[in-house]
């Protein structure tokens, strides 16, 4: 399913500014811009519908010009480039970026009720791996809420929503370990994804390219795929 022009309009404006590129930059015909990082310390690949944006230091930016922007989509050779900058990189995955267009049709939730208390969200993520909540980015996120078990008064996971140039809302969703493959990844998601409506904002769905489980997720609320990104952090 594609994405309408106005919200294709809104997703690039919004990259756009988070970017520092014109407002018009990604959108048109395609093309390929260079944005040199203020603190150096990650270089970051960007494809948006036919638009495509890398994020780096200024070495990294020159040994990028040797290669065609379908190139750097691959996550090994932006490894490769950066490596030759500095010899401490690691890639945070490729991932895919979807977005959705029309609120969720959401069920009664199978295992639980959802809650907006912050205890019931801290002990989700007290009760997941730390990678997992970092990658979630619930944590920091200022809007959050959690399932919980309304007979047992366990927590199953958790939701969070950051908002992003003003326009979008960028979604995070953490299911305890112990309580997966049950739905509750999904029902948080659309829960989270209703929320983001209401505040008149066009959810962001980040799922890592290896992450069957999120993919099925974004699928399944109805969101488009738009891009995709890679970065890599240097240590």
């Given amino acids: 399913m594609s994405l309408a022009d106005h919200t294709r309009s809104i997703i690039a404006l919004s990259w756009s500014r988070m970017l520092g590129l014109e407002d018009e930059a990604l ?3 395609g093309s390929h811009h260079e944005v040199v990082t203020s603190d150096g310390s990650s270089a970051t690949f ?12 200024t070495e990294v930016l020159r040994q990028a010009r040797r290669l065609a922007p379908g190139e750097l989509a691959e996550e090994r050779r ?27 049709a959401l069920d009664a939730a199978q295992r639980g009720a959802v809650s907006f208390d912050p205890r019931h969200v801290g002990a989700a993520l007290a009760a997941s ?28 996971g958790a939701a969070g929503r950051e ?4 326009m979008l809302g960028h979604l995070g969703v953490l299911t305890v370990p112990q309580q997966r493959r049950g739905g509750v990844g999904l029902h948080l998601a ?10 008149g904002l066009i959810p962001q769905w980040r799922a890592r390219t290896e992450s069957l489980g999120s993919l099925r997720i974004a699928a399944a609320l109805g969101f488009s795929p738009a ?5 890599v952090v240097f240590d």
């Fill in 227 to 231: 891009g995709a990104q890679i970065t």
């Fill in 190 to 199: 659309a829960v989270a994804a209703e929320e983001a409506f209401t505040e």
């Fill in 129 to 156: 791996p730390a990678d997992d909540v970092l990658a979630s980015g619930i944590a920091e996120a200022p809007w959050t809420a959690a399932l919980v078990d309304e007979d047992t008064g366990t927590v199953l």
């Fill in 46 to 57: 960007l494809q948006l519908f036919d638009h495509t944006v890398l994020s780096a230091p």
């Fill in 163 to 166: 908002l992003w140039a003003g």
């Fill in 78 to 104: 932006l490894l490769e480039i950066c490596h030759r900058h500095a010899v401490g990189t690691r890639s945070l995955g490729a991932a895919r970026l979807l977005y959705a267009e029309e609120p969720p």
């Fill in 27 to 29: 959108l048109g015909e």
